[in-house]
């Protein structure tokens, strides 16, 4: 085979830059990582200078990729470029080295447009191996961090929660803002205005009334904290008849534009979330395909920090601004904005390959998602490169009482859009007064006071994070970069440690959230602190530049995350000659039960403590949860230990003994508890309806965010019924749905409804079974069914409402279960009534 390989990651970006290369070469799909850390064990040997213990994740895929390597003329390697690119081409070299004997070669670009894809393959170069060694420290610190802390979350929370160094951090911010918002106070403030009659005559229709807020009493701020000092304030303000002009100031400004899109802008003004943003952007980035057939992607890279642009793409934009604005929009100088010091220098601010394609023109062939997206890059781009806007701003000042109160009116006026023309600035609050009236009056015009107004206001808390502002504080702060920040705030609501409010996207911590954060924070606050955080990405930084080894940072990371998590492992550890005492009594005991299955798990009690005892003759310490299971296991074998009783009684360990023997009364009241249950007359008809449906076939899973196994779920009752612990009434509700939803299919169904109590007749819709059928329901079903003019779709906020397709599905729910809920029942009545009006 004469052919060169192009390995990138994804499919997408494989079709597309196999287009431009055309059929000298073939290109594949890594398909992500090829290699990865272990997801069962920590996968790092830390004795060898954290040496990392690579997996392949795709054996099948990397078997191909061998194979194509095998036989190709040369292998190039094409993935992102950033560090997790660069990763990717160096596990990929690594992998292929034995199949393929010759030179890899380094591809990388920015935007997938044919001329920077030709001009790459051109000039190939090396994998970087700075970038990989900061992916490298950067993946492993991860690691230890997540593998090492989330026991210790186990042991304190609940089991299956976890850790992450900078996710962590995330959480703590919301966790912060939440506190501050809960223990925020109102201060009651006042804002007064008046509306001003000019009493001199002013032409050319400009009108002769203003409307003016309230700046100074008395030469300084008016502090009106309530409603005693409001009212009297109002009465002096309204006694006052000689209020007039002080001064009329009319002063240019300007507004310049904002600087192209980055990724974390990009995520904050998309309006999408910031992981649907990303999806948006690797799409347009890759290619999407138009009827014209023409190939290439339609923005740069979306991973960037960088505000930089290339000269020839600022050329090409201010030639297409020249061409369709005209040359009053092209500055006179090129717009540069300076990037942070941090930022990738290499690489570009998100902008269009090709600005001539307007949002217009790629209507044509983008969904609604991408071009939403596309219009607001193209418009940032093309806006950040055009002049400024020019305004006049006329101020003018009102005085009353002799100078003791001063009012100010405010208006501003467009005299040239600049780069607004575009519409991508803020819109300012609405003026009260337009610019006309204030630009026609002059110094000393008497005034009339026609109205004067006084509106109660009280200082708010600060906001909740939303997922913007989110990245916003955590790239303000130094924490995550531009691959990350979507991950961060992804990663901590599918964790349920965040949560969005129902009516907004606002950010609040969970219960859980709160117990996690509080503590890391009490037991760990150095590693979960936003400034230290912020500097090992500063570290991660070095490494990529060559600055610091990446095995030197990590040794000087890890010998920190060890005496931490020593300090929080053995924090409200027992006293040391206590634990030595009480090991050396269970040492002396000779019948160990036998060993005991509970759940999933094999409890053997003479293993537990060799191996605590091991523990303790190595480190000469116990955790605080080994020592009251420790307690808890002299309890239980007190009668082969000699001396118990007066060991008991010490004053060192009498306290935590009280409290193991409360924990073992309440063991033994459970257990006892569970054996009744057992032996009831519900625990053996509620085992009739499991074994009655043991032979249902479930339906397939739902999809989506709220996936629903009813075969799992079922799986999950039963095995905690067969455990010996009752169903609670929720379940047992659930278990009575599944029954009522599979009813066809059970062995002896009325059985079934006997035990779970489903009712038919009247009653059935309270008991949730709704078997029979309902004439009103059918009547109002059927003549709905002969409707032909439904209303169109309206939209109130984010919702639409169809009324066509929601009573698709009320009617069919109704013909699957012969039911309807009370809710759903009045909603059908209202489209009755609204479509079969007599």
Request: net charge neutral; aromatic share 8%.
């Amino acid at each position: 085979m004469d052919k060169k390989l192009v390995i990138v990651e994804s499919p997408a970006k494989a079709r597309t830059i196999g287009r431009i290369l055309g059929g000298d070469y073939v290109v594949s799909a890594s398909m992500g990582h090829v290699r990865d850390l272990p997801e069962k064990s920590l996968g790092i040997d830390i004795e060898k200078h954290f040496e990392p213990m690579y997996v392949e994740t795709n054996k099948a895929l990397v078997s191909k990729l061998k194979s194509a390597a095998k036989d190709a003329a040369a292998v190039y390697l094409a993935p992102d470029p950033d560090r997790e690119g660069e990763a990717i081409a160096w596990h990929l070299q690594e992998l292929l080295s034995k199949s393929f004997k010759g030179d890899f070669h380094r591809v990388a670009f920015h935007e997938i447009t044919k001329g920077a894809v030709s001009r790459a393959f051109e000039s190939p170069g090396k994998v970087d191996t700075k970038l990989v060694d900061a992916q490298q420290a950067r993946r492993i610190l991860d690691r230890l961090v997540g593998y090492q802390i989330s026991p210790l979350l186990w042991t304190k929370i609940k089991r299956g929660v976890s850790a992450g160094r900078v996710q962590s951090v995330a959480l703590r911010m919301v966790c912060d803002r939440e506190r501050e918002i809960l223990a925020f106070v109102p201060v009651e403030f006042w804002m007064f205005a008046a509306e001003f009659e000019v009493l001199r005559q002013i032409g050319d229709g400009a009108g002769k009334t203003f409307k003016a807020k309230l700046v100074k009493v008395s030469g300084a701020k008016p502090e009106i904290s309530n409603e005693e000092q409001a009212g009297d304030l109002r009465s002096k303000l309204s006694s006052l008849d000689d209020f007039c002009i002080s001064s009329v100031e009319t002063k240019p400004v300007m507004r310049n534009p904002s600087p192209p899109l980055i990724t974390s802008t990009m995520q904050q003004a998309s309006g999408f979330s910031a992981s649907q943003t990303m999806r948006i952007a690797q799409q347009l980035y890759e290619g999407v395909d138009a009827d014209s057939g023409d190939a290439g992607g339609l923005i740069t890279y979306m991973r960037t920090d960088s505000f930089a642009v290339s000269t020839e793409a600022q050329q090409t934009c201010r030639s297409f601004i020249s061409a369709n604005f005209g040359t009053d929009y092209v500055p006179e100088k090129p717009n540069f904005y300076k990037s942070k010091s941090t930022a990738q220098g290499a690489h570009e601010a998100i902008r269009p390959t090709d600005v001539s394609l307007t949002p217009e023109k790629a209507a044509a062939f983008l969904d609604a998602p991408q071009l939403k997206l596309y219009t607001l890059i193209w418009k940032r781009f093309v806006a950040s490169q055009m002049s400024p806007a020019r305004m006049q701003k006329t101020t003018v000042d009102v005085d009353g009482g002799g100078g003791s109160y001063t009012f100010r009116a405010e208006a501003t006026e467009v005299v040239f859009p600049g780069f607004n023309i575009l519409k991508v600035a803020k819109a300012d609050a609405e003026e009260d007064t337009s610019p006309g009236i204030l630009k026609a009056l002059q110094r000393d015009d008497r005034c009339k006071a026609l109205e004067i107004s006084g509106d109660q206001k009280f200082t708010e808390p600060p906001p909740r994070f939303t997922e913007a502002t989110l990245i916003r504080e955590l790239e303000a702060n130094g924490i995550g970069r531009p691959s990350t920040y979507a991950t961060i705030v992804r990663t901590i609501q599918n964790r349920d440690y965040c949560q969005k409010s129902k009516k907004g996207q606002q950010l609040s911590p969970t219960p859980l959230g709160f117990e996690i954060c509080d503590y890391l924070v009490s037991k760990l606050p150095e590693l979960f602190d936003i400034k230290f955080t912020s500097d090992m990405e500063s570290k991660l930084d070095d490494i990529e530049e060559g600055k610091v080894k990446w095995r030197n940072m990590l040794d000087d990371f890890y010998s920190k995350l060890s005496r931490w998590l020593d300090d929080a492992k053995f924090a409200n550890a027992p006293e040391t000659g206590s634990v030595g005492e009480l090991v050396s009594m269970l040492s002396d005991v000779s019948e160990w039960h036998p060993p005991e299955k509970r759940d999933n798990r094999v409890l053997d009690d003479s293993k537990f403590f060799a191996s605590v005892k091991r523990q303790f003759d190595k480190d000469g310490k116990l955790t605080e949860k080994q020592w009251k299971a420790l307690l808890s296991l002299a309890l239980k074998y007190k009668a082969q230990i000699s001396g118990f009783d007066s060991f008991a009684d010490d004053s060192r360990v009498s306290g935590d003994m009280s409290e193991a023997i409360r924990r073992m009364e309440e063991r033994l009241g459970a257990d006892i508890r569970q054996r009744e249950h057992i032996g009831s007359d519900e625990f053996k008809r509620i085992s009739q309806v499991f074994t009655l449906m043991a032979n249902v076939r479930w339906e397939e899973p739902s999809k989506g965010n709220k996936a629903y196994d009813d075969g799992k779920f079922f799986s999950s009752l039963k095995k905690q019924s067969d455990s010996g612990r009752p169903l609670s009434e929720k379940q047992l509700a659930v278990l009575r749905r599944l029954a009522q939803k599979y009813l066809d299919q059970i062995e002896s169904p009325e059985t079934v409804k006997e035990i779970l109590g489903i009712k038919e007749g009247p009653d059935a819709h309270e008991a949730g079974s709704g078997t029979q059928p309902n004439p009103e329901i059918e009547d109002a079903i059927g003549k709905l069914s002969e409707v032909t003019t439904w209303a169109e779709p309206s939209k109130k906020g984010r919702r639409v409402f169809d009324d066509k397709q929601f009573f698709e599905s009320l009617r069919t729910q109704y013909h699957r279960k012969h039911y309807l809920s009370s809710k759903q029942e009045f909603a059908l009545k209202k489209l009755a009534a609204k479509y079969l009006k007599q």
